[in-house]
């Protein structure tokens, strides 16, 4: 059976729907990088996905190929991941989607490295006949969290991050977002097939203690 991520990590994939503090370690991803308004037609964002999954499963499918990774085991790929800032702001502001920046990105089996990215990039390029040169390996570890469960649409997650906020204030926590760390989404529902009241999306927020 495919090593399933979310099944095996569900302390980072499946928290509760209410908020808790965490601590997430080191991962490394493939990432790509982009602006603007995700819902815009043929925007940074949709190409960015296409991109990663271009990649993702060219990783996975490696195994009917002659090219070999130490260590490869079969695994489903994991969720598409979010890292969203925008410039002056504080937080998230849901009624200035355009001033979106963005790290899409899609957790890697530790035994990828980053030299088998840059080859599953020539090999998708080579059967795609398409650029994969913005797609990179990122390392990252988060550090100290909050993070729960939202089920809903997208623009009612504000009512979570309240809740979030709430609890972190109460144990002597703030929030601690900066250019590196940053509001974070984990996409457990493909938005295409689900009813935008049961999508399901981890929300995760980096904190510290309180000076």
Same mark, same amino acid.
């Given at each position: 059976?495919?090593?399933?991520? $979310? ?10 729907? $209410? ?6 370690? #080191? ?18 964002? $949709?190409? #960015? ?12 499918? #490696? ?33 200035? $989607? ?28 080579? =059967?795609?006949? =398409? ?81």
């Amino acid at each position: 059976m495919a090593f399933d991520f $979310k099944k095996e990590y569900r302390e980072f994939y499946l928290p509760p729907a $209410k908020p808790e503090i965490i601590e997430i370690p #080191s991962m490394n991803f493939i990432a790509v990088r982009g602006t603007g308004d995700p819902n815009e037609e043929d925007s940074e964002y $949709k190409q #960015s996905i296409e991109l990663l999954y271009g990649i993702a499963y060219t990783i996975k499918m #490696s195994k009917k190929t002659d090219y070999r990774m130490e260590g490869y085991f079969d695994y489903a790929v994991p969720p598409l991941e979010g890292f969203w800032v925008q410039a002056g702001i504080n937080g998230m502001d849901y009624s200035r $989607k355009d001033l979106f920046e963005f790290i899409s990105v899609i957790r890697l089996p530790d035994f990828v490295r980053k030299e088998d990215v840059e080859w599953a990039k020539a090999e998708a390029a080579r =059967k795609k006949k =398409k650029d994969f040169s913005k797609v990179e390996f990122m390392t990252f570890a988060e550090g100290l969290c909050v993070q729960c469960m939202h089920i809903g649409p997208y623009d009612t997650e504000p009512a979570t991050v309240e809740m979030m906020d709430r609890l972190i204030d109460a144990q002597g926590y703030e929030n601690d977002f900066s250019d590196l760390r940053r509001h974070h989404e984990i996409y457990l529902s493909d938005a295409r097939r689900t009813a935008p009241e049961k999508l399901k999306t981890v929300i995760r927020h980096p904190i510290r203690k309180k000076a």
